[in-house]
């Protein structure tokens, strides 16, 4: 399974931008999506504890947001095009990072768990 993210870009704080996240590959059963904040500039290859949740959305439509996020952002689904999208509002400078798309899951009996490579979001105050 591949996720590719797309949509990251240069802003200006109060812009928007809109993030994308499309699967391909094998089918699995997906237990929850989600974005994560990635800690940038890191000179050796991110581990998990860089990641930061941004929102995530589960298979029932539940969603969960950062606090920073709440108000902002909003996560959602398109089931038939296996993509994930985050809808960013009201952006700040802080909000400047790579967004890593998360897919977690069963694959028959096997818990799988997939990470795209991200795209980089900066916001310039």
């Known amino acids: 399974v591949q996720l590719v993210e797309s949509g990251g870009g240069f802003v200006q704080a109060g812009e928007s931008l809109r993030l994308s996240c499309t699967a391909s590959?094998?089918?699995?059963?997906?237990?929850?999506m989600g974005w994560y904040r990635q800690v940038p500039e890191h000179e050796r290859e991110p581990v998990a504890s860089?990641?930061?949740?941004?929102?995530?959305?589960?298979?029932?439509?539940?969603?969960n947001y950062a606090e920073s996020a709440k108000g902002r952002f909003t996560i959602s689904r398109d089931d038939a095009k296996n993509t994930l999208f985050l809808e960013m509002n009201n952006l700040k400078p802080e909000d400047t990072a790579v967004y890593v798309c998360?897919?977690?899951?069963?694959?028959?009996?096997?818990?799988?768990?997939?990470w795209g490579k991200g795209t980089q979001v900066t916001v310039s105050s």
């Open positions: 998360n897919m977690y899951g069963m694959m028959g009996i096997t818990v799988v768990d997939y």
């Open positions: 590959g094998s089918s699995f059963n997906i237990h929850s």
């Open positions: 860089d990641r930061q949740l941004v929102a995530e959305i589960t298979r029932d439509s539940k969603t």
